[in-house]
């Protein structure tokens, strides 16, 4: 009866290793696929196209007269009412950098300088947690006029600025300026969505072109994709393949054991 009862119990320890393999197996090939599908269906890499949003590293102000942007660049715009040429005779207009009148006949002076100059920020911009350079910062974004609040406005600056139309000017009565007064104003570079204007080239984001859209643009305008798309997708099929082959082997080892057990 022992060596009945032992004969009894190999073959069925062994079939419960057999069993244990096939589980394992089995277990390891599906957690194997979802990578693999993942990994063909999601780009990544050269060539990829931007998953989120634009971010912008800091928030950029003029601290002259405590104005602030969130947006990726902030320039301030100053004007000045100089007399200028006009034909014959003069005239009085806003200009944006100093008229010379060294030339013009007395009574005709503009200030020998402006006093307040231009200025222009720049913040940095990421993308998927990259860099987007600045060339391409700038070919994107849009400079838009804006109206700050003006409550951080320093002491000194409110001495001399009151609002005027959407920035501030120095003019005692804005309906009469007079030679020297001073306009200033804003402008923000706002950047569009960036999801289908770049791509990634070199580890770097770079402007989509023409001869890089996506597949499916390919395929829009007639039905081909280039060669690297094709060398790419023939590179990815046997890490879908494999694990799908691995499961039905294991699957049909499975059937077949239980089978010859019956």
Not at 189 to 203: E, I
Not at 225 to 238: G, K, N, V
Not at 239 to 253: H, K, N, Q, R, W
Request: charged share 25%; glycine share 10%.
């Amino acid at each position: 009866m022992q060596g009945h009862g032992g004969c009894m119990r190999a073959p069925t320890d062994g079939h419960a290793r057999a069993r244990l393999r096939c589980a394992a197996l089995l277990v390891c090939a599906l957690a194997w696929l979802p990578a693999a599908v993942a990994a063909q269906v999601k780009p990544a890499g050269e060539g990829a196209a931007p998953q989120g949003e634009a971010q912008v590293g800091k928030a950029l102000r003029d601290a002259d007269f405590g104005v602030t942007t969130r947006h990726a660049g902030l320039q301030r715009h100053v004007e000045m009412y100089q007399w200028t040429r006009a034909g014959s005779g003069y005239a009085l207009e806003w200009r944006g950098a100093r008229v010379d009148s060294s030339g013009f006949v007395p009574g005709h002076e503009n200030p020998r300088e402006m006093p307040l100059r231009e200025r222009e920020w720049r913040a940095p911009v990421s993308v998927d947690g990259l860099p987007v350079p600045e060339d391409v910062v700038a070919a994107l974004g849009k400079w838009q006029p804006f109206r700050p609040g003006f409550s951080a406005l320093p002491g000194n600056m409110s001495a001399t600025f009151q609002p005027e139309g959407d920035g501030l000017g120095s003019a005692e009565n804005p309906l009469a300026p007079r030679v020297g007064d001073l306009r200033v104003t804003w402008r923000a570079l706002v950047l569009p969505p960036l999801a289908d204007r770049l791509v990634l080239r070199d580890g770097k984001w770079t402007l989509r072109t023409p001869a890089v859209e996506p597949v499916a643009a390919h395929v829009a305008a007639g039905g081909k994709t280039s060669q690297r798309d094709e060398a790419r997708d023939r590179s990815r099929w046997p890490f879908v393949v494999a694990p799908i082959f691995i499961v039905l082997l294991v699957v049909t080892v499975v059937v077949r054991r239980r089978r010859s057990q019956a």
